[in-house]
C-alpha cells in the first residue's frame, strides 16, 4: 500500500498571488498531516513563484512527518538543502516558462553531476529521489548516480486519453518492477487526481505517491483535512472494480 505524500506548492500559489502572508503553507501542512499525509512535499524554485524560503526552513521545524524537498539540480538549490537538511530531495527538472514541472529529468545526459551533486547530499545524510520518465534506461542511469528512489511521472497517464490510458499504466507498471529489481525504491506522481489515481495506487512496489493540484483543488470544496482524509482512503483501499480504465 502507497503512502501519501502531499505537495502544498500551490496554497503558497495563492498566498503568491497577492504576496501577503496568507494562506500559510505552513499552517496548511499541519492540516495535511492531520488528514493522514504521510509526508509534505514542496518544490522551491529559482523564481521563488511559490514556495519561499521562509517556508521551508518552518517547515523544517514544524513537519511532523516527512519533509521532502523537490529542487532543481543546481549550486545554490544544494546549498539550501545542505543548510536546510530536509529529510529527502527530489530533483527535477525546471524550467522558468514551465507552468509546472513538464517530464521526468534527464539523468541519462548529466550522469556524472548529478553522481556528485547525490554523493554531496549523501554525505550530510540526505536521501535523493529524481523524477523521471517510466523509461528503462533513466532507471538504470538512475541506479548509477546512488539515488535511493525514482519518482516516476505520471503526468503522461494522467493526460492520456481514455483508450491509451492503460498503455501508460502498463509502462509505469514495468518501470516500477524493473526498478525494483535492480534495487531501486519506487515513488510516483504528478497530474494524479481522485477521477485517476486509484489503478496507480493498486501498483504492487510504489512506495509514495506525491499529490498537489487535485488535493488543493479539493480544499476548496472540503477543506484540506478532508480533502486529504478522502485522497488516503482511495490510495489505502483503491477500488476493486472502477468505473474507469484498467
Ligand atoms: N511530483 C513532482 C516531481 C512534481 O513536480 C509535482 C508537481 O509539483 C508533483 C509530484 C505533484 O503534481 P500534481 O500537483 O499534479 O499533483
Redesign the pocket.
Same mark, same amino acid.
Given at each position: 500500500m502507497a503512502s501519501l505524500g502531499v =505537495?502544498i506548492?500551490h496554497i503558497a500559489n495563492v498566498r503568491e498571488a497577492r504576496k501577503t502572508d496568507e494562506p500559510d503553507p505552513v499552517t496548511m501542512a499541519l492540516l495535511a498531516e492531520l488528514g493522514g499525509a504521510d509526508g509534505i512535499?514542496i518544490?522551491l524554485r529559482e523564481d521563488r513563484r511559490h514556495i519561499q524560503e521562509r517556508d521551508l526552513e518552518l517547515l523544517r521545524k514544524t513537519v511532523h512527518t516527512r519533509l521532502n524537498l523537490?529542487m532543481a539540480a543546481t549550486h545554490e538549490m544544494t546549498e539550501i538543502a545542505l543548510r536546510v537538511k530536509p529529510d529527502m530531495v #527530489?530533483l527535477?527538472p525546471e524550467k522558468r516558462e514551465e507552468v #509546472?514541472?513538464e517530464g521526468g529529468l534527464d539523468i541519462v545526459s548529466k550522469i556524472k553531476d548529478l553522481r556528485k551533486l547525490i554523493q554531496t547530499l549523501k554525505a550530510s545524510s540526505i536521501p535523493s529521489s529524481v523524477?523521471i520518465d517510466p523509461v528503462f534506461t533513466q532507471i538504470e542511469a538512475s541506479k548509477e548516480i546512488g539515488a535511493i528512489w525514482v519518482?516516476l511521472h505520471t503526468g503522461i497517464y494522467a493526460g492520456a486519453p481514455l483508450i491509451n490510458q492503460s498503455t501508460e499504466l502498463a509502462a509505469i507498471k514495468e518501470a516500477t518492477a524493473y526498478s525494483k529489481h535492480l534495487g531501486l525504491r519506487v515513488n510516483a /506522481?504528478? /497530474?494524479?487526481t481522485y477521477q485517476n489515481v486509484e489503478p496507480i495506487a493498486r501498483i504492487d512496489g510504489i512506495e509514495e505517491l =506525491?499529490? /498537489?493540484?487535485?488535493i488543493v483543488s479539493r480544499a476548496l470544496a472540503v477543506g484540506l483535512k478532508e480533502a486529504v482524509r478522502e485522497m488516503k482512503k482511495l490510495i489505502i483501499s483503491p477500488r476493486k472494480d472502477p468505473l474507469f480504465m484498467e
Open positions: =505537495n506548492d512535499t518544490h523537490e #527530489t527535477v #509546472t514541472t523524477f519518482e /506522481g504528478h /497530474g494524479l =506525491n499529490i /498537489g493540484h487535485t
